[in-house]
């Protein structure tokens, strides 16, 4: 792991089970409070209609350290889908940021000092599933956070990586080429 946390970026995709809306694909920044991500963080706590950033938070007066910000990537419209950003996702994101302590993926020694801000996708037609698994929901949020995280202290993936890749990898929604 790289020990200079100025700014440091990762993201994940976690798919869902089979006929559910509940992938996650969070994206992470991760920095000291002191830097650029510390003030992109500050700056995260003006709040615009449907885009509600809030602490992540194991349960009431449980925040957790790093502290940690959950910004929604599409608007929510309903309070069903503010519900589940505000419950399940959070729950979610929380616990995963504690496990990365524990785990030391992120160091103890810097759990005051850094920040997270984590970009995350509820699709807007999950919450009126009919048969929405609140528990999938979590853990594609969960394992999706804990691999962001990694992988944003990690650099991951590295330069050399990508460029071995450029060619043999496509993204997922790639139908043009």
């Not at 990762?10 to 869902?16: L, P």
């Amino acid at each position: 792991m790289n020990s200079n946390f100025i700014f440091h970026a990762g993201e994940a995709t976690v798919f869902a089970a089979e006929g559910q809306y509940t992938d996650a694909m969070p994206e992470i920044l991760i920095g000291r409070s002191d830097g650029p991500v510390g003030q992109a963080f500050a700056n995260m706590m003006a709040q615009s209609k449907g885009h509600t950033a809030m602490f992540a938070i194991r349960a009431c007066n449980q925040m957790v350290r790093p502290p940690t910000i959950l910004v929604p990537k599409v608007t929510l419209r309903d309070s069903a889908n503010i519900e589940l950003f505000g419950g399940v996702v959070q729950s979610a994101t929380a616990d995963a940021v504690v496990d990365c302590l524990i785990e030391g993926v992120i160091p103890r020694e810097h759990a005051n000092d850094l920040c997270i801000i984590s970009l995350v996708w509820i699709d807007p037609r999950c919450a009126t599933h009919a048969e929405l698994d609140k528990k999938d929901m979590y853990r594609t949020n969960y394992e999706a956070t804990k691999l962001a995280i990694h992988r944003a202290l990690a650099n991951e993936p590295s330069v050399d990586e990508l460029i071995a890749n450029r060619h043999s990898i496509r993204h997922d929604m790639d139908d043009w080429s």
